[in-house]
């Protein structure tokens, strides 16, 4: 029988390239996302794979919304047995500047969120003694850089949680694994070069070259299918073993 996933901010970027690789192996999908096309985009997913798509409008700042967006898939599909917590925004701004806006809203969808699904999928998860729980983290999961304090501070908490709730897992066959991309080419980060280049007074092009790739050892965009093929392998039933873990896929980035 096909195993269902539901993943976070799925129709945009790195979610959607994830989408599309857990489609193509025969997963059943839960698509979430803000695009006003989200529909769309997954019943376009349910035809080229010929898979069962469901898509949930639900707004990651909202508790509520979480939950009807949980319980909706559970009642419909029965389990969800691969979690993908993803959905993400940014904000670039010195410290003394900060929105507290902002900072509340990177901390809310970028790492609360995850808390909030991980618990509604939990329950269940456990009683059928499996569960693939994956968190998108970042390199900044792992480093810092400077003018991003909340996304920074939200994808360090994202790894402390996955390393949390892969010591609660472990004995129901749970794993929970943060992946630490650099950067990837995604509207996220077209947006963040324009931010950058306003922040450090520099052309976009100078950012790309000297600020986001300048870190990597390997000076390309990281490409978002590395990345769903990674979150395909974690969610085997034979990777149990990998759990816990924030693996780096940033072109070198934190073995400087
Ligand atoms: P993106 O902007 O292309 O996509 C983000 C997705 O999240 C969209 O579908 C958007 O609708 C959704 N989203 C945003 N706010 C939401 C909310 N409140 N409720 C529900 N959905 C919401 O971004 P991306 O670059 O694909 O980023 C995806 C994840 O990968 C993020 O967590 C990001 O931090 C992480 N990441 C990105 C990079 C990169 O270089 N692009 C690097 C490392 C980590």
Redesign the pocket.
């Known amino acids: 029988m096909s195993k269902t996933a539901l993943i976070?901010?799925?129709?945009?970027?790195?979610?959607l390239e994830i989408a599309r690789c857990f489609a193509r192996a025969g997963y059943k999908l839960i698509m979430?996302?803000?695009?006003e096309n989200g529909p769309e985009i997954a019943k376009a997913i349910e035809k080229e794979f010929r898979t069962t798509v469901l898509f949930s409008s639900?707004?990651?700042?909202f508790p509520e919304q979480i939950d009807e967006m949980v319980k909706g898939a559970l009642q419909q599909l029965n389990t969800i047995d691969v979690l993908i917590n993803?959905?993400?925004?940014?904000h670039v701004s010195p410290v003394e500047d900060f929105p507290i806006e902002k900072w509340n809203q990177i901390i809310s969808?970028?790492l609360t969120s995850a808390f909030l699904t991980t618990r509604l999928v939990w329950n269940q998860m456990k009683s059928q003694k499996f569960g693939r729980i994956i968190n998108?983290?970042?390199?900044h999961g792992l480093v810092a850089s400077e003018f991003k304090s909340a996304y920074v501070a939200a994808?360090h908490g994202i790894v402390g949680f996955t390393k949390t709730i892969a010591l609660e897992g472990a004995p129901y066959n749970i794993t929970a694994n943060a992946l630490c991309?650099?950067?990837?080419k995604?509207?996220?980060?077209e947006k963040q070069i324009k931010d950058q280049a306003r922040a450090h007074q520099i052309s976009e092009r100078e950012v790309e070259n000297k600020i986001m790739l300048h870190k990597q050892a390997v000076k390309e965009f990281i490409p978002a299918d590395l990345i769903a093929n990674m979150c395909i392998m974690l969610s085997d039933e034979k990777s149990g073993t990998i759990t816990g873990t924030a693996i780096p896929i940033d072109g070198g980035w934190n073995a400087q």
Do not use: C, H
């Open positions: 976070t901010g799925s129709t945009s970027g790195i979610g979430n996302g803000l695009e639900a707004n990651m700042l993803n959905a993400g925004i940014q969808i970028n998108i983290a970042s390199a994808k991309p650099g950067y990837v995604t509207p996220l980060v």
